[in-house]
């Protein structure tokens, strides 16, 4: 179903058809570059851009044979070109179109993913202007605290998308990098020259020192900020998904006509689809830590990363792809209750306000401790009688008239002065573009 659902964009930069007309590519203009340095006759040059062409299907063909996949390639190239393919792939190493070919393919798709990035930023600003003031109560440790309110949660996750936009465009540019620079990145046989002239067509910058392969640190970057995102994603849908339980159901997945939840039970509504971004979320986070184990290879190299790679890449691409896809449309279609969050923000029958009652006991001059005793046992009365609540408790407490007045009690218990500082916030994140 992911690949299905991407193919058009991201699913193509990971075919071999995009691979190896890179890698085709990426050789023709080497055969430029020496052309230029008078090492290619540009009779050979104009034969090697005219008919330098593969069959995919015969490249696999002979890979059956040489068990290498980068010399099935070269020989299908040579049948079509001729005596002139001698010139094709001179003093090369085969990471150098392997490597340079994934820079480009993550390249192209770090940039798709960084479109969509951009698509949930604005759709995580609008819905958070729409419910700024939207009361609902904050929970710490899965417990009712104090209010916050439904815009809050949405500018908090519209602050780290544009972390996130930061940090991908930081590893985008990580791995915006090439090399043709020989078995070992020595240029033995090749003009550093040669490597400045692919690279700058192919809008990537030559690696400054490089072995027989571009180091992985920089690919593990790159997974590493998907995983981040990845996760950024799964921390959104986490909190729908609490806020469409049933006890709770503050919020709640646009459920479409014709939409079945269970083959059991014709009533539920579940949260597929932020089910769905918490589980592939993980497969991305997993395929973040083999690309740290890539990182660390033996001597100028070995291939124990390329088949590993071969998979993690392309799959997190793809997979991130499709969960931000699916975060737009949950955030864009995402049903909110504010009536419920009203009546849930009164379940506990004030004890929201506890905080409030403290401060103003400790601005009469009570010690905090003192305070918090006060406060404690007319908070533990209303906590184990549901018939009760705070406001009451206190204003029958003589220790607590003591200090409070009535109308001091009664303005404790005013929502509006807890909204007080939405504004501020917001003119720190989501107003200020």
Same mark, same amino acid.
């Given at each position: &179903? ?9 699913? #193509? ?12 590519? *990426? ?12 090492? *290619? ?9 005219? =008919?330098?062409?593969?069959?995919? =299907? ?33 003093? &090369? ?26 698509? +949930? ?22 417990? @009712? ?10 500018? +908090? ?26 078995? $070992?990145?020595?240029?033995e046989h090749l003009s550093p020259k040669v490597e400045e002239y692919v690279c700058t067509k ?11 392969i571009i180091q992985r640190d920089r690919h593990s970057e790159f997974l590493n900020t998907l ?28 459920? #479409? ?10 009533? =539920? ?29 033996? @001597? ?22 499709? *969960? ?16 419920? &969050? ?9 004890? $929201? ?26 908070? &533990?009365?209303?906590?184990?009688d549901q018939n009760k609540n705070l406001k009451d408790e206190l204003s029958s407490s003589a ?35």
């Amino acid at each position: &179903m992911i690949a299905r659902y991407t193919l058009p964009e991201m699913g #193509s930069i990971w075919t071999d058809d995009f691979k190896l007309n890179t890698w085709l590519k *990426i050789e023709i203009l080497a055969c430029e570059a020496r052309y230029q340095a008078g090492e *290619i006759p540009k009779n050979d040059l104009d034969i090697i851009k005219q =008919k330098a062409k593969f069959d995919t =299907k015969r490249v696999l063909e002979i890979e059956e044979t040489t068990k290498h996949d980068v010399i099935a390639f070269l020989t299908n190239v040579a049948e079509h070109v001729g005596e002139p393919s001698r010139h094709i792939h001179y003093g &090369m190493t085969s990471s150098d179109i392997l490597d340079t070919t994934l820079s480009v393919q993550m390249k192209n798709a770090g940039e798709i993913l960084l479109k969509k990035l951009h698509e +949930l930023k604005k759709v995580l600003k609008n819905r958070a202007i729409e419910f700024k003031y939207t009361v609902c109560v904050g929970r710490s440790h899965g417990i @009712h605290a104090e209010p916050t309110t439904m815009g809050l949660k949405l500018a +908090l996750w519209y602050e780290e998308c544009k972390r996130n936009i930061t940090r991908l465009e930081k590893s985008i540019n990580t791995i915006s990098v090439g090399k043709i620079s020989g078995a $070992v990145g020595t240029f033995e046989h090749l003009s550093p020259k040669v490597e400045e002239y692919v690279c700058t067509k192919l809008n990537l910058i030559p690696a400054p020192v490089s072995t027989q392969i571009i180091q992985r640190d920089r690919h593990s970057e790159f997974l590493n900020t998907l995983a981040i995102i990845g996760t950024s994603l799964e921390k959104i849908a986490l909190e729908v998904r609490h806020l469409q339980k049933t006890e709770v159901l503050e919020a709640e997945e646009y459920f #479409s006509k014709g939409q079945k939840g269970s083959s059991a039970m014709p009533h =539920k509504r579940n949260p597929v689809i932020s089910e769905r971004i918490a589980g592939i979320a993980r497969i991305i986070r997993a395929n973040a830590l083999a690309g740290m184990e890539n990182i660390p290879l033996w @001597h100028e190299r070995d291939i124990s990363h390329s088949s590993t790679e071969r998979v993690i890449i392309p799959d997190s691409c793809i997979a991130l792809d499709y *969960i931000l896809s699916q975060t737009i449309k949950l955030i864009q279609n995402l049903i909110v209750y504010p009536e419920n &969050m009203k009546k849930n923000l009164h379940l506990t029958r004030g004890l $929201v306000f506890s905080q409030s009652v403290l401060l103003a006991l400790v601005n009469k001059g009570l010690s905090r401790e003192d305070s918090y005793k006060l406060v404690q046992d007319c908070a &533990m009365v209303v906590w184990n009688d549901q018939n009760k609540n705070l406001k009451d408790e206190l204003s029958s407490s003589a220790e607590v008239k003591k200090h409070l007045s009535q109308e001091e009690i009664n303005f404790i218990f005013d929502n509006k002065k807890m909204l007080s500082n939405v504004d501020f916030i917001f003119s720190r994140t989501v107003d200020l573009e």
